[in-house]
């Protein structure tokens, strides 16, 4: 079986992107990059071209799901805001080709890749080049390149697993499903999932 996996670090500064292609449960580096967005001084053309590149990505690489991290507590309310309004415009961008979504908060990558929540930059780094076997030559300059392969390799390795192996990590990911087609439609999913609608 194949799945294409893409990442994202969203950021209005530096957005960073990994794609993996899994065969038989292996996953494989397609690329890895990042969007620089310190030159443009409008915070909403930054978000316009976070859109326009995650959307220049599906149509390149047809990922078949996104996996993206989602905001952390800790960082000041209008640095919130922006992280926040960053991922909303990249999952737009799946969610206008139908791709499913996953949210991973950054402990829980950090477990899944290193095995501890507080693990650097570096470490996750570090570990993505030797789980993926990559040579120097591979890797990006810019961490948030290899945070983006992370979440990408997070949720593979926590689809990979049978269902009662999946916990652990500070937090469940969300999946947010396709909007049509049989049991994932939105509809069906508010009806088992009220709790989790907030009106």
């Keep these: 079986m194949e799945k294409v996996i893409l990442g994202i670090d ?12 899994v065969v038989d449960r292996k996953p494989q580096l397609v690329v890895m990059g990042v969007l620089q967005l310190q030159k443009l001084e409008s915070h909403y053309l930054r978000l316009k071209r976070i ?15 996104l996996a993206i991290e ?9 640095s ?3 992280l926040c309004r960053a991922q909303g415009v990249a999952m737009a961008a799946a969610v206008e080709r139908d791709i499913p979504i996953f949210e991973y908060p950054p402990a829980k990558v950090k477990i899944q890749i290193v095995g501890n929540g507080s693990a650097s930059k570096e470490q996750v780094a570090a570990m993505v080049k030797n789980t993926l076997h990559l040579s120097d030559e591979d890797m990006n300059a810019k961490n948030d390149a290899t945070d983006a392969v992370a979440i ?7 689809t990979s697993k049978p269902d009662g192996l999946r916990g ?7 999946k947010i499903p396709r909007s049509s087609g049989g049991s994932k439609s939105w509809s069906e999913f508010v009806a088992r999932n009220s709790e989790r609608v907030h009106k």
Excluded: W
């Design 10 to 21: 969203p950021g209005t500064n530096v957005m960073g992107y990994g794609v993996l292609q």
């Design 51 to 65: 859109y326009e590149r995650v959307l220049g990505l599906i149509e390149q690489y047809h990922p078949d799901e």
């Design 70 to 78: 989602s905001p952390f507590v800790g960082i000041n309310p209008n």
């Design 80 to 82: 919130m805001i922006k």
């Design 152 to 158: 990408a390799l997070t949720h593979h390795f926590i």
């Design 168 to 174: 652990g990590g500070g937090g469940a990911s969300v």
